[in-house]
C-alpha cells in the first residue's frame, strides 16, 4: 500500500523560504513513483483544506497546476528516481500558514497522458502531514 511522509516544515518568518518533501514508499512491483500524480494540499485551522499544486507523471509530461495564491512563489517537483516530491515555497505569507499535505492519484498505466487537477476527489493516499508556520 502507498505511504506518503511529509517532511520540511517548520517555523519561518515572512518573507522566507521552506521546502517540503513528500517520500512514497510501499510500490508494487509493478508500481513506481511515476505511475502517480502527486498534489500538495494544505488546510489552516478553522479553514477547509485547499490544493495548493500538483505534478503529473512523465506520461503527462510532468505538467505543473498551481493555485492562483501560490503562482509565482511555490514550484513544485519531483524525482523518481529519489521516490520524492518537493514544495519549494518562497516568499512566505502569513497566509500560508497551514498543515500540508501531500497526496497521490493513481497508480496510472506508465506514460498515460493524464493532467493532475487540484481536486480532492482525484487523489486517493495521502500522508499526514507537516505544519508551516509563518510568523515573525
Known amino acids: 500500500q502507498l505511504q506518503l511522509v511529509e517532511s520540511g516544515g517548520g517555523l519561518v518568518q515572512p518573507g522566507g523560504s521552506l521546502r517540503l518533501s513528500c517520500a512514497a514508499t510501499g510500490f508494487t512491483l509493478e508500481h513506481s513513483l511515476d505511475n502517480y500524480l502527486i498534489g500538495w494540499f494544505r488546510q489552516a485551522p478553522g479553514k477547509e483544506r485547499e490544493g495548493v499544486s500538483c505534478i503529473s507523471a512523465s506520461g503527462g509530461l510532468n505538467s505543473t497546476n498551481y493555485a492562483d495564491s501560490v503562482k509565482g512563489r511555490f514550484t513544485i517537483s519531483r524525482d523518481n528516481a529519489k521516490n520524492t516530491v518537493y514544495l519549494q515555497m518562497n516568499s512566505l505569507k502569513p497566509e500560508d500558514d497551514a498543515i500540508y499535505y501531500c497526496?497521490?492519484?493513481?497508480?496510472?498505466?506508465?506514460?498515460?497522458?493524464?493532467?493532475?487537477?487540484?481536486?480532492?476527489?482525484?487523489?486517493?493516499?495521502w500522508g499526514q502531514g507537516t505544519q508551516v508556520t509563518v510568523s515573525a
Open positions: 497526496a497521490a492519484d493513481g497508480p496510472w498505466m506508465r506514460g498515460l497522458f493524464r493532467l493532475c487537477v487540484l481536486t480532492e476527489p482525484s487523489f486517493g493516499s
